[in-house]
């Protein structure tokens, strides 16, 4: 049986980057693949902050000419992340966080209902109230209580307080994504930050552009405080096995 590593090409289409507020990354040539997609993960982005991610084709490694490949896809923050924070900074009376849980079903995110969590003077997991009267590490450890309440939380999604941030993360890693907002007043006082959010953009070698024989990735519009990273993964190769340019491998074996 062909091992997964060699038949997938792996391999760097942005590197790892805070403080680059754009970068256009390597063309790398599709001719012994017949399809790639591109994925990139980005961390850091607070209330208001997006950035654009796009593929290029283009004729060769050094980039001539490049045609942009499809749409710009669009990192806002709070849209679809997998791992985010929020951080107490003397709450509100009545400041919310909505929580919005993408399931996956048959193989496409689905919206569930979205459920509002409120500070309040006192603790109500039936009514999604969390106590904000007794500082920031309580007010965290009452957040943390009302999304995990098995009869009133978010089906799908776990919450770890830990001093005054609550670390919401999907329950079986992989399986779904969630939208996270807070009261446009309080984004002083509820602090969220988008700690694993993604994108991928698939493409299909025969759909280049005639003479196009090469695709990469860029990145544009991104925060100082943004970091992002993005891998090329080629498959159906046209000769076998791959080989991986990497530093050092191992597997299970």
């Known amino acids: 049986m062909q091992k997964l590593h060699e038949g997938v090409k792996l391999d760097t289409a ?21 399809q790639a997609v591109f994925h990139l993960t980005c961390k850091d982005q607070v209330d208001g902050e997006s950035f654009l991610f796009a593929v290029y084709e283009a004729l060769s490694a050094a ?10 896809i669009t990192m806002a923050q709070g849209l679809k992340v997998n791992v985010a924070t929020v951080q107490m900074n003397t709450v509100s009376v009545d400041d919310t966080l ?56 978010v089906s799908g999604l776990t919450a770890t307080p830990s001093t005054d941030t609550v670390t919401i993360s999907c329950t079986v890693p992989g399986d779904g994504a969630f939208d996270i907002t807070e009261l446009a007043a309080a984004v002083a006082r509820l602090i969220v930050v988008d700690i694993e959010q993604q994108a991928y953009f698939a493409v299909l070698a025969d759909e280049l552009t005639s003479g196009y024989t090469h695709v990469g990735a860029r990145v544009t519009s991104v925060d100082a405080a943004t970091e992002f990273a993005c891998t090329l993964l080629r498959s159906l190769p046209r000769y076998a096995p791959v080989g991986q340019s990497v530093a050092a491998y191992d597997d299970s074996e």
Do not use: W
């Not at 496409?108 to 500070?119: G, I, M, R, S």
């Not at 109500?124 to 999304?147: D, E, M, P, V």
């Open 98 to 153: 909505i929580l919005t849980m993408y399931k996956l079903e048959h193989g496409e995110l689905v919206a569930q209902t979205a459920l509002t969590f409120t500070a309040k003077a006192a603790e109500s997991l039936a009514n999604r109230q969390f106590n904000q009267a007794a500082g920031n590490n309580a007010a965290a450890t009452s957040l943390a209580a009302c999304i995990n309440s098995a009869a009133y939380g």
């Open 63 to 72: 980039g001539g000419t490049p045609l942009q490949l499809g749409a710009n």
């Open 14 to 34: 942005l590197y790892p980057s805070t403080g680059v507020t754009s970068l256009t990354g390597a063309y790398f040539p599709m001719d012994k693949y017949r």
